[in-house]
């Protein structure tokens, strides 16, 4: 993709937005470190957001998921990086726009954080063609932001088809 790097180093967690970026360090917990940031997210949620209305919930991610777009796109250009594995500011991101819809209940929180990281990894669809298409800190975000909506909103659907919320 252009970079000269492809990864963030330890040592640079000593600069705010990488620390930001990579969710206080959680990114380098390896392996699967995008698993790690939405675990990370879920349990944010579950003590802090969860028991906000969903306006709220919805100002929070975008404003979350607009601060670090903004970082990840001067941590891009800083460390000369497109997407490293570290940053998991967009897995936080996209989790909160998942668990939004939902009741903080501990088995659809469970189906939300499954579904979201199943579609996070596939990228099946647009979610996909936005993976490829999008380059530098969009293209870090975008991807989990829509994933992130299509995992809350199917979820939401099924909820209320079922008659569980």
Do not use: H
């Not at 209305?53 to 796109?73: F, K, R, T």
């Not at 209940?105 to 298409?133: H, M, N, T």
């Amino acid at each position: 993709m252009g970079s000269t790097t492809s990864s963030l180093e330890f040592k640079a967690l000593s600069n705010p937005a990488v620390l930001w970026v990579t969710v206080g360090g959680v990114g380098f917990i390896k392996p699967a470190p995008g698993t790690w940031g939405s675990v990370v997210a879920l349990i944010l949620w579950w003590f802090f957001l969860a028991d906000l209305s969903l306006p709220l919930q919805a100002a929070i991610a975008c404003v979350y998921a607009g601060l670090s777009w903004a970082l990840c796109a001067y941590v891009c250009r800083r460390f000369d990086i497109d997407d490293a594995p570290e940053i998991v500011a967009d897995e936080v991101a996209g989790m909160w726009l998942t668990l939004m819809w939902l009741p903080q209940v501990w088995w659809i929180a469970l189906i939300g954080f499954a579904l979201f990281r199943l579609l996070d990894i596939s990228k099946p669809y647009v979610i996909g063609w936005l993976d490829r298409e999008v380059r530098g800190a969009g293209g870090v975000m975008v991807d989990d932001v829509v994933a992130g909506l299509v995992a809350g909103v199917v979820l939401k659907v099924a909820l209320l088809l079922a008659g569980l919320n």
